[in-house]
């Protein structure tokens, strides 16, 4: 039997105990309200920048992983609900049918030109020739708007690439996808307007929510030599030039009236060597339309342009006079048009349009790159740029001087471009969204500046969206 005193003692212990207790479980209660709360965080960090690893006890792993996992397919996550803004503005798929037991070759709406030679895929999923039709599916990415809806950039690792094009190319057979077979190539064909040494073809892979281009191995890419030759009337140009005043009928019904004129004409020499697709690229007569048209019927076949021995079509430009004797070219519409469109440079040359492409042999499809290597002597710098607040949103730097378009997905509100150099105009172009509300920011600046903020931006509906992007086309 317990004295009083041993009793008093016992009760006291069992109460301190009781606190103790208590106070343990209200530690370990708030300390697992902080452990949820830390991984609601750093879940969302792992979802923009999965690189960035955090220290977390063993037990709020699995609470990691399912809120990964949940974070990713959600509806509402925010990468995912701007991407898909994106794709609603992003340029359609084109799509060309072919056989594969024929070589074939189509050129899609921006310029690219695809040669594929028969017999050249197999099946993907078993590895046998394709036998019944190949769809193929295209999409083309040269102009700027294009560039940033599709939020693609000129990032090969930690290099500056400036771009001379990008396509995505699938070919599917009865639904399954179809690759090259080994040691099998189809040819690409870049357009440019301007030509830019050292171009190479890159092939690209998403990581992380962001396109990076690895330069294809040479057994995989052919950069063929430009060996291009012009179209050619047989005989040359004075043969041509005695052919045309042979055969030019001067209609009476305008010479009687002493109208006459400079007409300027371009036609297609096709492969086979016919003239055929003739414009009229001033206002004329339809008498003097009817005449050129009845004379190029009769012209004979030239030898073709051809690009490494292969016949391609060419543009032909020229220019006639229709001059009614002493009265001279009466036509004053004619002639003020002539002369204030046409110089020497563009009279009777071969149009280039057709011919001036980067061609190359590539044993692979899906994102593919025309780019070279921006080297500069310039220093270089870090590049800092201020977005404020926002929930979603998509930053890139349009240069001026090169084509290239770098961007950036990093967790913060202020993003680091490093090693740009020093001294390049250029555009900041940032999308963001706030709640369900879509802002775009299009600022001017310069890598001198090191850094910019309070960025001034305008709240902008899906087709206004469209029309600010399309407008940065103009810039290269």
Known sequence: MLLPRQLLVSTLALFLLSCNNTDKQKELSNSDNITKKSVSVDSERTETNPDTISAIDKPTLPVILKKTQRAFTDPSNPQTLLEDYFKK?????QKFVINPQ???????K???VIKVKHSSFILGSDLTEVKGAITFQVKEFYKIADILTARLSTHANDHILETGGMLFIQATADGQLCKLKDNSTIEISFPFTEKKENMLLFTGSWIHQKINWELLPTKATDQKSNTDEIAAFPGGPIALKN????NL???DSLSDLGIGGIVHINFIIDEKGKATDVTFKNP?????RKAILNTLAKMPVWKPANRNGIPVKSVYSQSITFDNGEQGISDTTFKKYFEATTNDHNINKLGTSDIQQYV???S???WINCDRFYNSPKPRIDFYVDCGKYTELDIKLVFHSFKAILGNFSPATTFKFPNLPVDEDLTVVVVKKINNDTYISITESNTSRISINNLLFEKVTMDKLKLKLDQLNQLK
């Open 89 to 93: 503005i992003e340029q359609p798929i």
């Open 102 to 108: 024929t070589d074939t070759t189509f050129t899609c």
């Open 110 to 112: 921006e310029g690219t």
């Open 243 to 246: 052919f045309m005043l042979r």
């Open 249 to 251: 009928v001067y209609p």
């Open 284 to 288: 004329s007569q339809k008498g003097f």
């Open 360 to 362: 190359f042999s590539a």
């Open 364 to 366: 692979k499809l899906g």
